[in-house]
């Protein structure tokens, strides 16, 4: 089971109308840390005229709520939702801060402001796509080795340690899914000249 989330939390500002709409989106694990953002954005934006959020947690049960904070029902933190919904993220809070610039905007109008904020400060935040993998120790030959890391670049394989002895020791991640073929293809490549040790998933961006 894989999922996608942001790659940092960051902030981006649109305006509509004189209205000014500031996107602030936080990775987030649990209930705790949605509370501790929540928090930390009413205060730095006290004076604003809406603080709508929305927010998603957890993987297998997921965690799902949002708030107009006072703007018309169905304006404002469901279109952040379906913002965060569109782009499959898990483990975020979008909160999106409006300053009232004394045009309305209608109901159309907001969807569309609080839709744009979202989607602009997503798009600036970046995604991280997380699989499950497994990681996978081999030991191989110096002659070798030149073949094996080839076939690692080859396969979108992601290195996370190399040591260098006697022989050569790559620890790899391998996308779960990928692994068995994977052992098979660098036994295919080395004639079974290597040892293999398979260490377990994990869930990593690869």
């Given amino acids: 089971m894989g999922f996608k989330t942001i790659r940092e939390n960051t902030r981006a500002e649109i305006v509509e109308k004189k209205s000014r709409f500031i996107a602030s989106i936080f990775r987030v694990e649990n209930q705790q840390e949605v509370d501790f953002y929540l928090n930390e954005i009413r ?23 949002y708030s107009d904070d006072g703007e018309p029902q169905g304006t404002a933190g469901l279109p952040v939702m379906e913002v965060i919904r569109k782009n499959g993220l898990s483990n975020v809070l979008l909160v999106v801060t409006r300053y009232f610039g004394g045009i309305l905007l209608g109901a159309s109008g907001l969807v569309r402001a609080y839709t744009q904020a979202a989607a602009v400060c997503i798009e600036k935040a970046g995604v991280l796509e997380y699989h499950e993998c497994e990681k996978i120790a081999i030991t191989v030959d110096y002659p070798d080795y030149e073949k094996v890391r080839w076939l690692i ?20 991640l391998v996308k779960a899914e990928h692994a068995d073929e994977f052992v098979k293809l660098l036994s295919d490549l080395t004639g079974g000249n290597f040892l293999v040790e398979r260490k377990g998933l994990c869930l990593e961006a690869i």
């Fill in 153 to 172: 670049e080859k396969n979108r394989t992601k290195i996370l340690e190399i040591e260098y002895s006697q022989v050569v020791d790559i620890l790899v």
């Fill in 43 to 65: 205060k730095e934006f006290y004076d604003a005229t809406h603080n709508v959020y929305a927010y998603t947690y957890g993987i297998e049960y997921p965690v799902q709520k």
